[in-house]
């Protein structure tokens, strides 16, 4: 059965919920270091989220996802990483990841981007439309879990760096921190 959401961009008075919900979806996740909300808070503090939405179901923010620019060794732009995207773990399995993804892949191309690329599950992320692109690379990730969907263009050939926010390990200071 699927959920019904309500998905906006995220407000200032989301952080801390979306803090929440991405330590508790993360806090089980065997091949995770638990570091996700602090690269939501340092890229929010670089002013590198592109996109940020949440889904709100009965007037509670339960998940969300981020997309931010990453940076292509042949000089492709135009290019989005994707994530994390996360969701209470008591309503994952329900629709409202895809939901997120798809909602921000929308607005993506709307902005006229060339692609998004991620790290995650290939059997998740291949039914909405990832799959591993053998001309792009994420050093130090194998292939099978680096995926990518482009959306208009030529698929470029080099390796996709993230922004320096997916290294944050703590907490970070920046607009909408207590």
């Not at 931010?68 to 290019?79: A, M």
């Not at 994420?138 to 080099?158: D, I, N, Q, S």
Request: hydrophobic share 40%.
């Amino acid at each position: 059965m699927k959920t019904q959401v309500t998905i906006r961009p995220e407000t200032v008075a989301d952080v801390g919920a979306i803090d929440d919900i991405t330590a508790a979806a993360f806090r089980t996740v065997a091949v995770s270091n638990q570091t996700e909300q602090f690269i939501i808070g340092a890229l929010r503090a670089a002013n590198a989220l592109t996109i940020s939405l949440v889904a709100e179901h009965e007037a509670r923010v339960v998940g969300h996802v981020a997309f931010s620019p990453v940076t292509i060794s042949d000089g492709s732009k135009g290019w989005y990483g994707l994530g994390p995207v996360s969701v209470l773990p008591e309503l994952q399995r329900q629709g409202i990841g895809t939901a997120l993804i798809e909602e921000g892949l929308s607005l993506l191309e709307g902005l006229n981007a060339h692609g998004c690329c991620l790290v995650g599950d290939p059997s998740f992320c291949g039914r909405i439309g990832f799959r591993n692109i053998p001309e792009l690379v994420h050093e130090g990730v194998p292939p099978e879990v680096f995926l990518a969907k482009p959306l208009r263009g030529v698929v470029p050939h080099g390796v996709v760096a993230f922004h320096e926010g997916f290294k944050a390990t703590g907490p970070q200071e920046g607009p909408g921190r207590v």
